[in-house]
């Protein structure tokens, strides 16, 4: 069933954004893809994870090691999570424009990321089939280090980053620049991610989006959002690709 928001002015950079409804995915539609960074292609630091663990005690939470993982997850990118909750509490126009306030103005960390297992594989098989692009709602310093230190740079032709577009994710703007600078139309480009930001991007752009399982989205919040595909990781797209 689609979901379709109120609000008294235009949503997103787009005045039709209307109805997202979720879809089989249409393989003779891809042309190029769009990948997020956190949760997505950068893995959540599960030693922290496992320090928290000893804070989420099973009493109160069903699934302690799930909790612990999205609360570091929404420690490393508090936006995307913040907007997730945004979603579902019907405030999401007030938090989109904190969100895009935010990517803008944080402080970018010095720490060591962590790489979704099996991604370099993945990247290296659809290396060449289909143009590739990162659209982040980081800032580009952090996206290209991020991206250098496990030398993915030359993976992709274009890199979208928060300040690449006049706004960030949920807007489509991102995706709408990605697709423009890869040549391709956006209703050509699959979205892949993982939270209802990323779907939300792909899908208002007109692109298609798949949901991935490794990072911070559960599974029926992305397909609420649209997506036409989940993964229960980022690695299993070029599987999926090549069926």
């Known amino acids: 069933m689609g979901l379709f928001w109120r609000s008294a002015i235009p949503k997103y950079s787009t005045p039709d954004y209307g109805t997202i409804a979720a879809m089989s995915l249409d393989l003779s539609r891809i042309k190029a893809l769009c990948f997020d960074v956190d949760g997505t292609l950068s893995d959540t630091d599960d030693l922290y994870k496992q320090k928290l663990l000893r804070f989420f005690p099973k009493f109160l939470f069903r699934d302690p090691d799930h909790s612990a993982r999205r609360f570091v997850m929404w420690a490393e990118a508090p936006g995307n999570a913040l907007l997730g909750v945004a979603d579902t509490l019907g405030i999401d ?59 993915l740079v030359n993976y992709f032709d274009v890199i979208v980053t928060g300040l690449s577009a006049e706004h960030t994710k949920p807007y489509p703007d991102p995706v709408l620049l990605a697709a423009r600078k890869m040549n391709v139309n956006p209703e050509a480009c699959l979205m892949i991610g993982d939270t209802t930001v990323d779907m939300r991007a792909g899908k208002s752009a007109g692109a298609q989006a798949a949901g991935v399982l490794c990072g911070f989205g559960e599974k029926e919040e992305l397909l609420r959002f649209g997506a036409d595909l989940i993964l229960e990781t980022t690695s299993d797209l070029a599987g999926e690709l090549f069926r």
Request: aromatic share 8%; glycine share 6%; hydrophobic share 35%.
């Open 93 to 151: 126009d007030e938090m989109t424009a904190v969100i895009d306030w935010m990517s803008r103005h944080r402080r970018q960390s010095s720490k060591k990321f962590l790489l979704v297992p099996g991604v370099d594989d993945m990247l290296h098989q659809l290396k060449g089939k289909y143009p590739m692009s990162v659209v982040s709602a980081r800032d580009e310093r952090g996206t290209i280090r991020f991206l250098e230190q496990f030398d």
